[in-house]
């Protein structure tokens, strides 16, 4: 029979993210707190009779080759081979896409992710989460964390991590409607790469003492983005007139955190309909861990 898993992908959101310097090969050191959100992408996985890997769904921009899904997929698959001698069974997967490109959502992260964690069920491949979040680095810098799978501060390019407390919460995201590339914001001569760099506790000590809706930080990525991608700008602007607004990852959605969903639902209700604006929940670990 050909089993068929039905597996979510969530959203993150970089609470915080702080550059600290830059490594000799030109990428970026980080400090960021990293949070799962009730919101993301499907993924449906279905074994063939032969050995090959496909992508079921078209995405534009996106061709099979290159998707992070396939590629994720391919990874596994041909070290499953050198450990056992022998190629796993193929997989169609099908891609229930919500999350938008370029959004700072890690959404092509998050879907290779699920794929590795997925396959590794699917093809009893008993790889350990270490050893997955390894194989998974090389294709993004946040596949490691959605692998992870719960809370974390994280250092390096994003790939040591640290478990922390998830605060108990909801958020309002906006979609500005632009795709921010990455590499456009990390590559900016205006980009400050020199934030101090602060302690674990620091960042803990913060959420236990709040005593206002203020995150703690900032993002540094947030201003060159702003100055590049005007929506973004005008995103910031519109949900900080009630609360602490911020960018996620290198954009473009920008976020604010509320205490309940009433109050999400307020913002909600006021929000310009340009936008494609929604509200998640905080997670305490991802939904798939439960599943496998
Ligand atoms: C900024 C974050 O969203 C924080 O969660 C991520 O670190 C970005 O991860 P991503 O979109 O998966 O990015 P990658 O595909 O790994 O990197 C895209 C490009 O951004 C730049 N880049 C990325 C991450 C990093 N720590 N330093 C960098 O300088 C590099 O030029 C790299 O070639
Ligand atoms: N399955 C996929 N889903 C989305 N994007 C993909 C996928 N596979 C490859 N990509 C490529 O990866 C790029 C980044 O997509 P992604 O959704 O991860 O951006 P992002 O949310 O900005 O990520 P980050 O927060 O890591 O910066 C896309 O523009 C696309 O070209």
Request: include cysteine; proline fraction near 5%; charge should be negative.
């Given at each position: 029979?050909?089993?068929?898993?039905?597996?979510?992908?969530?959203?993150?959101?970089?609470?915080?993210?702080?550059?600290?310097?830059?490594?000799?090969?030109?990428?970026?050191?980080?400090?960021?707190?990293?949070?799962?959100?009730?919101?993301?992408?499907?993924?449906?996985?279905?074994?063939?009779?032969?050995?090959?890997?496909?992508?079921?769904?078209?995405?534009?921009?996106?061709?099979?080759?290159?998707?992070?899904?396939?590629?994720?997929?391919r990874l596994l698959q041909a070290e499953v081979q050198r450990r056992t001698g022998a190629l796993p069974?193929?997989?169609?997967?099908?891609?229930?896409?919500?999350?938008?490109?370029?959004?700072?959502?890690?959404?092509?992260?998050?879907?290779?992710?699920?794929?590795?964690?997925?396959?590794n069920?699917?093809w009893?491949a008993g790889l350990?989460?270490?050893e997955?979040?390894a194989l998974?680095?090389?294709?993004?810098?946040?596949?490691?964390?959605?692998?992870?799978?719960?809370?974390?501060?994280?250092?390096?390019?994003?790939?040591?991590?640290?478990?922390?407390?998830?605060?108990?919460?909801?958020?309002?995201?906006?979609?500005?409607?632009?795709?921010?590339?990455?590499?456009?914001?990390?590559?900016?001569?205006?980009?400050?790469?020199?934030?101090?760099?602060?302690?674990?506790?620091?960042?803990?000590?913060?959420?236990?003492?709040?005593?206002?809706?203020?995150?703690?930080?900032?993002?540094?990525?947030?201003?060159?983005?702003?100055?590049?991608?005007?929506?973004?700008?005008?995103?910031?602007?519109?949900?900080?007139?009630?609360?602490?607004?911020?960018?996620?990852?290198?954009?473009?959605?920008?976020?604010?955190?509320?205490?309940?969903?009433?109050?999400?639902?307020?913002?909600?209700?006021?929000?310009?309909?340009?936008?494609?604006?929604?509200?998640?929940?905080?997670?305490?670990?991802?939904?798939?861990?439960?599943?496998?």
């Amino acid at each position: 029979m050909n089993v068929l898993l039905n597996c979510p992908a969530p959203a993150k959101l970089n609470l915080f993210l702080h550059v600290t310097g830059r490594r000799a090969d030109g990428y970026h050191l980080l400090q960021t707190v990293f949070q799962l959100v009730d919101h993301g992408d499907t993924l449906h996985f279905t074994l063939r009779d032969d050995t090959a890997l496909r992508r079921v769904t078209d995405m534009a921009g996106v061709p099979e080759e290159s998707d992070l899904v396939i590629r994720a997929a391919r990874l596994l698959q041909a070290e499953v081979q050198r450990r056992t001698g022998a190629l796993p069974r193929g997989v169609d997967i099908a891609i229930d896409k919500v999350l938008p490109m370029g959004g700072g959502l890690g959404g092509g992260s998050s879907d290779a992710a699920t794929t590795l964690m997925a396959l590794n069920a699917l093809w009893q491949a008993g790889l350990s989460q270490q050893e997955l979040m390894a194989l998974g680095l090389p294709l993004g810098a946040d596949i490691p964390f959605f692998i992870f799978g719960q809370t974390a501060f994280a250092e390096g390019v994003g790939e040591d991590l640290q478990a922390v407390a998830a605060p108990e919460c909801w958020y309002i995201v906006i979609e500005p409607g632009v795709q921010v590339p990455t590499p456009a914001i990390f590559s900016s001569e205006r980009l400050t790469r020199d934030t101090p760099v602060i302690k674990i506790t620091d960042f803990s000590s913060h959420l236990e003492n709040q005593n206002d809706s203020k995150g703690y930080g900032r993002n540094d990525l947030q201003q060159v983005a702003m100055e590049l991608f005007p929506p973004v700008a005008e995103a910031v602007e519109w949900l900080s007139a009630d609360g602490d607004a911020r960018m996620t990852g290198s954009g473009a959605c920008v976020f604010r955190a509320v205490a309940t969903e009433a109050e999400a639902d307020a913002v909600l209700a006021k929000a310009p309909t340009k936008w494609k604006v929604w509200k998640a929940r905080a997670l305490k670990q991802h939904p798939i861990i439960d599943m496998l």
